[in-house]
């Protein structure tokens, strides 16, 4: 059945944001922008692109994240989370109350949401589980229940587990090193956990190795993916700059080299090409040596993340 939420609703906007507030939460910065235009538009999965470096620097890609939170009813403010490992992140880090931003959003096709009240597991990595909470909400407010599976590399760098443990039906946290939850993966951990949540679907939000290895095992299971794909990283966010496509497979079942940024960054799982996933192949539309299948007509634009999920989930708004 199909529900309402796919396309993200208004068209982003470009706002001069006064940042709020700059915190640390573990490994993490978390800040917070005043841009009530991008609150009101917001929906689970999308995310913001922001100018770096100030007007003077030769930092000219802006950088994009997962919105974690949004507050349309206080002042319309929106939060987002990073590893400040680079030195475009290292210079949003050290912004300060007051300073004001560049910021473009909301960008990108959002999560979609079931119209009946289904299980729904959701899985992140590191700073990928901060656009889980959003959708967690989302998910409460159409009557399904949320499962949280948090991993990273150590207790410092998983997001968000105290969180998924006050809110979801249940929580699971596992680290590489064991400094929190079972040592391991939530590779590891997923079949236990699927079989236990009885999970109608997965909403998956990881780098893209683990996205491939939580596809396959899904679909041993007969359960439906959607993953957010935040690798390679998305540098312009409108699509202009191709430096984040990847192969996927649309209805026609013809392979296309999509953007992240644009087409996703929410895909359903089982079409993207996460094998080819860096490369461009042969049998993509375009490649060279492709040609169209006999008898075939000529391939249009298609909806690469439409079509009914298991469960009365939906792919499409």
Not at 146 to 174: C, I, K
Not at 207 to 214: D, F, K, M, N, T
Not at 243 to 256: E, H, K, M, Q, Y
Request: glycine letters at 14%; charged letters at 20%.
């Amino acid at each position: 059945m199909a529900g309402n939420d796919r396309e993200g609703g208004a068209a982003p906007v470009q706002v001069r944001g006064t940042v709020l507030t700059v915190r640390r939460v573990d490994a993490y910065v978390a800040m917070t922008v005043v841009a009530p235009a991008i609150a009101t538009r917001f929906r689970p999965g999308q995310f913001v692109a922001i100018a770096v470096g100030g007007p003077q620097s030769g930092m000219l890609g802006r950088r994009s994240f997962s919105i974690h939170d949004v507050r349309p009813d206080h002042g319309g403010t929106v939060e987002f989370v990073f590893l400040p490992r680079e030195p475009g992140a290292q210079w949003l880090a050290d912004c300060r109350s007051r300073d004001v931003l560049d910021v473009v959003g909301p960008l990108g096709r959002p999560f979609p949401v079931p119209r009946d009240p289904a299980s729904c597991l959701l899985l992140g990595v590191g700073p990928g589980a901060a656009p889980l909470f959003a959708l967690a909400s989302r998910l409460a407010d159409r009557g399904s229940h949320a499962d949280f599976l948090l991993g990273a590399e150590s207790a410092d760098r998983v997001f968000g587990a105290l969180t998924a443990r006050r809110t979801g039906r249940s929580a699971v946290v596992t680290t590489a090193d064991g400094s929190l939850g079972s040592r391991g993966t939530v590779v590891d951990m997923l079949p236990t956990v699927l079989q236990q949540a009885r999970t109608d679907v997965v909403y998956a939000s990881a780098p893209a190795s683990v996205l491939r290895s939580v596809c396959a095992l899904a679909n041993r299971y007969g359960i439906p993916v959607q993953a957010l794909i935040s690798e390679p990283a998305l540098t312009c966010g409108t699509g202009l700059c191709m430096g984040c496509v990847l192969p996927a497979v649309g209805n026609d079942g013809i392979t296309r080299m999509v953007r992240v940024c644009v087409e996703g960054p929410v895909f359903r799982g089982d079409q993207v090409r996460w094998d080819d996933v860096g490369t461009i192949p042969f049998d993509a539309l375009g490649a060279p040596g492709w040609k169209p299948r006999p008898g075939g007509s000529a391939p249009g634009q298609t909806d690469l993340t439409a079509g009914t999920m298991h469960g009365g989930q939906s792919n499409a708004g």
